[in-house]
């Protein structure tokens, strides 16, 4: 598959694109394209959990790790308002790494369930 395709993922990085592509050599087609549409699903921009982080200082804190599925300090961040402020602090500047953390570990989720499937 061409390699171009991951570029279809808006606000991919050039280190997400490279995890991908090396992620998904032995694939076959099918089983790319499967791993195309499920993992497009599931991946987070770096722009959307800065954009969720900063509903944190006007809204509700801790959006952003229910987002990234860390429900645990999502409820923290509720309760103390995003660690009175200094964890969102954190996280804005961070926004880039808990996208990337995510999406490898999206990756890798989507992966097993792509080869599992056979497709």
Sequence with gaps: MDANFYTMFSGITPEEMAF???ATVGLTENQQRNFISIYGGKRRTP???????????????????????????????????????IGTV?????????????????????????KMGGG
Excluded at 66 to 81: H, R, S
Excluded at 96 to 103: E, F, G, L, M, P
């Design 20 to 22: 991908l592509q090396q």
């Design 47 to 85: 722009q959307d959990i800065l954009l969720f982080t900063l509903l944190g200082f006007v809204g509700v804190a801790g959006v952003q790790r229910f987002l990234v599925g860390q429900v645990g300090m999502g409820i923290i961040y509720l309760l103390t308002g995003g660690f009175c402020g």
């Design 90 to 114: 954190v996280d804005i500047i961070n926004h880039k790494s808990i996208a990337t953390d995510y999406n490898r570990d999206m990756a890798y989720e989507t992966l097993q369930m792509v």
